[in-house]
């Protein structure tokens, strides 16, 4: 079993930047892979970016590419998601989860945390 805890979310004008921190705990993410999912209110949830955790491998969505980077501390199991010139339509929920694919299908992934809310006000 796999527990990831989410942090870093908050409120933050227009342009502004943000870093999610998603650590987890029960097991090594050695061989598996890490991505990010946001949901907005009234929206369905959507793949934001995902890294192997093995080789740092990374793959964006086209609205995020350029603006988010993500990035990993093995020593401590989390991985980090700086987000730089927020947009409002950039407020959800994100959230991390871990499976044993890089994708952008939800589906993919085993294991999620409970989310952190991200809030872009223009």
């Known amino acids: 079993q796999v527990q990831l805890v989410e942090s870093g979310g908050g409120l933050v004008q227009a342009g502004g930047s943000l870093r999610l921190s998603c650590a987890a705990s029960?097991?090594?993410?050695?061989?598996?892979?890490m991505g990010w999912f946001r949901q907005a209110p009234g929206k369905e949830r959507e793949f934001v970016a995902a890294i192997s955790w093995s080789f740092g491998h990374t793959n964006y969505a086209d609205s995020v590419k350029g603006r988010f980077t993500l990035s990993r501390d093995n020593a401590k199991n989390t991985v980090y998601l700086q987000m730089n010139s927020l947009k409002p339509e950039d407020t959800a929920v994100y959230y991390c989860?871990?499976?044993?694919?890089?994708?952008?299908?939800?589906?993919?992934?085993?294991?999620w945390g409970q989310g952190t809310q991200v809030t872009v006000s223009s």
């Open positions: 029960g097991r090594t993410l050695s061989g598996y892979a």
């Open positions: 989860a871990t499976g044993r694919l890089i994708s952008d299908y939800d589906a993919t992934y085993m294991y």
